[in-house]
């Protein structure tokens, strides 16, 4: 970062885009969603230096996600004619795994799946694709079956089947009503989140807030004015002291 600027900068300026971009990877690779690696948190820089404030807002983190995806395609030579048709078997996977009592398919219900989607869209080459998305690590082949090598990657794909399928009948929404009332547990938080990057419905937040409404039935909203923040106030007096005592 310091080596591209060409004019001499403040040092406070370069810590303070340090703390920054610091801030972001913690909230991307938190709850080893992603895995803490050099390379990921590499390609998260990458992405943040051509992303605007605005797009670093925290349902935007799923451009940071989908930049992963693209990129593992093509350390794999998915061909670009190809990406769609492999971003639409993934996402048809999320959501059959969401639906399916464990996060993998055996080799049965992977059998049953592609059966199904040559039904429902255009033959692929079964065997190339898992290889491809194996080699891309994207997905992972084990002893127990088929499944997505990093919880992100479930996440994402699952959220998106919800956003692109919503308002194709009741199924997804009641898949969403399901994850909303359940969004205290990780996976049901985690694919809420991501479904608020892929769709920008009114509904989705809209359902949220209702069933926030309903588990804190006596809490008022906040508004952010001077008086429903006074509380800062005292917490920011003792700051001071706190750094004293690091």
């Known amino acids: 970062m310091q080596l591209e600027l060409t004019e001499e900068v403040d040092e406070q300026k370069i810590w303070a885009r340090v703390d920054e971009l610091s801030l972001h990877v913690d909230s991307l690779v938190r709850k080893k969603v992603v895995p803490a690696k050099p390379l990921y948190i590499l390609l998260f820089l990458q992405s943040f230096e051509t992303m605007t404030v605005h797009g670093r807002e925290l349902t935007s983190y799923g451009h940071c996600y989908q930049h992963l995806i693209y990129q593992a395609l ?3 030579r ?19 795994i969401l639906s399916s009592p464990s996060e993998r398919l055996d080799d ?5 799946f592609f059966r ?3 039904i429902s869209f255009l033959p692929i080459d079964r065997s190339k694709v898992i290889k491809d998305l194996v080699n891309s690590y994207i ?11 990093y919880r992100y990657l479930f996440y994402f794909f699952a959220a998106k089947n919800l956003a692109d399928s919503l308002h194709q009948g009741n199924d997804s929404k009641n898949k969403v009503q ?6 205290y547990l990780e996976k049901s938080s985690n694919i809420i989140l991501f479904l608020t990057h892929h769709s920008k419905d009114p509904w989705i937040i809209d359902s949220i807030l209702y069933s926030i409404m309903e588990i804190f039935p006596e809490e008022k909203e906040a508004n952010l004015d001077a008086g429903s923040l006074s509380f800062l106030d005292e917490f920011i007096k003792e700051i001071p002291d706190l750094i004293g005592e690091s």
């Open 116 to 118: 199904q989607y040559s």
């Open 139 to 149: 997905l992972k082949e084990t002893e127990q079956g088929l499944e997505f090598r």
């Open 108 to 112: 049965e219900k992977l059998d049953d």
């Open 178 to 183: 399901e994850l909303i009332d359940t969004i």
């Open 74 to 76: 093509d350390r794999a």
């Open 78 to 96: 998915v061909k670009s004619t190809e990406i769609d048709a492999y971003l639409n078997v993934l996402s048809e996977l999320g959501k059959t």
